[in-house]
């Protein structure tokens, strides 16, 4: 059965940081891809970083240099260690696989960034 549970979140100053978890149902961890995505509403939900099976990673330009996602695979688990944060960087939070495979998603875990 697919489970994906995240947390972490919080509230947190600008210039602040913070380190996300998802942890995954074997199933999926071991064989995929993973990715953080996050939504803010009204828009649409975005890959903001991924790692692949063998740790080779991808950020989107917005958190290049700030974020940094890693993987520990003995625990089924996927990090998003965000430092340097800014108030457009709250939203509510999601892992999931990369590429999607299915309409599952967690229940995501919110980060307020305020100025």
């Known amino acids: 059965q697919v489970q994906l549970v995240e947390s972490g979140g919080g509230l947190v100053q600008a210039g602040g940081s913070l380190t996300l978890s998802c942890a995954a149902s074997?199933?999926?961890?071991?064989?995929?891809?993973m990715g953080w995505y996050r939504q803010v509403p009204g828009k649409q939900r975005e890959l903001v970083a991924e790692?692949?099976?063998?740790?080779?990673?991808n950020y989107v330009d917005s958190v290049k240099g700030r974020f940094t996602i890693s993987r520990d695979n003995a625990k089924n688990t996927v990090y998003l260690r965000m430092n340097s944060l800014k108030p457009e960087d709250t939203a509510v939070y999601y892992c999931?696989?990369?590429?999607?495979?299915?309409?599952?998603w967690g229940q995501g875990t919110q980060l307020t960034v305020s100025s």
């Open positions: 999931n696989t990369v590429p999607l495979y299915s309409s599952y």
């Open positions: 074997g199933s999926i961890f071991s064989l995929n891809g």
């Open positions: 790692i692949t099976r063998r740790g080779n990673t």
